[in-house]
């Protein structure tokens, strides 16, 4: 069995954390998934409450005003040749 002084540098390493960081990584990816899962079918929910409303006097209304007439413009002086 070689020893860890006949290990080379360029050897990859084991970790013994990977399984665990992998198990975390999913489970927040899981966790992700189901809370936009369910943003989304929250947005999609249609309620059943509706409401009514009932005047009890009308809005006054007020006339529109009356267009303001001009005179027309006088017909320009003939000219002299």
Known sequence: MPSASDRH?????HDAGKLRAFGLA???????LGALTWGVNWKRSNPDISFDAEL???VPQ???PKPVETAPPPPPPPSRP
């Open 9 to 13: 540098l360029s050897d990859p390493q």
């Open 26 to 32: 999913l489970l927040v990816h899981l966790l992700l």
């Open 56 to 58: 009890w006097s009308s």
């Open 62 to 64: 007020e006339a529109a």
